[in-house]
């Protein structure tokens, strides 16, 4: 059973940066490959940024694309930073597991099988 707890969420500023965290309980975390999506009230969820077993591929979202990192440590937890936030970054943040043996990780949510519960970000003044 896989379990993905995130944290970092809040309100924040424009203009402002925001670093969230994925904690995974998994037996062996580098078999899968994770990602961030989000969803914004009223609209589909979408992705954000994706990051390989081995943490070498990692796209990203041309919305996130220039100011924004994802990293993974052997600690069992993903990260996600974006800086220079605006009111279209307010939405509710997921972390994602796919377990398939693929090199390049997907950016379709349908393609991960486990989640965490989200973790809400408001980009307000």
């Known amino acids: 059973q896989v379990q993905l707890v995130e944290s970092g969420g809040g309100l924040v500023q424009p203009g402002g940066s925001l670093r969230l965290s994925c904690v995974a309980s998994?037996?062996?975390?580098?078999?899968?490959?994770m990602a961030w999506f989000r969803q914004a009230p009223g609209k589909d969820r979408e992705f954000v940024a994706a990051?390989?077993?081995?943490?070498?591929?990692t796209p990203f979202a041309d919305s996130v694309k220039g100011r924004s990192g994802i990293s993974r440590d052997y600690g069992k937890t993903l990260y996600l930073e974006i800086d220079r936030l605006n009111v279209e970054d307010t939405a509710t943040y997921y972390c994602?597991?796919?377990?398939?043996?693929?090199?390049?990780?997907?950016?379709?949510?349908?393609?991960?099988?486990?989640w965490g519960q989200g973790a809400q970000v408001t980009v307000s003044s």
């Open positions: 994602a597991a796919d377990d398939r043996a693929i090199e390049t990780p997907s950016r379709v949510a349908s393609d991960y099988d486990y």
């Open positions: 998994v037996r062996t975390f580098t078999v899968y490959n």
């Open positions: 990051i390989s077993r081995t943490g070498g591929v």
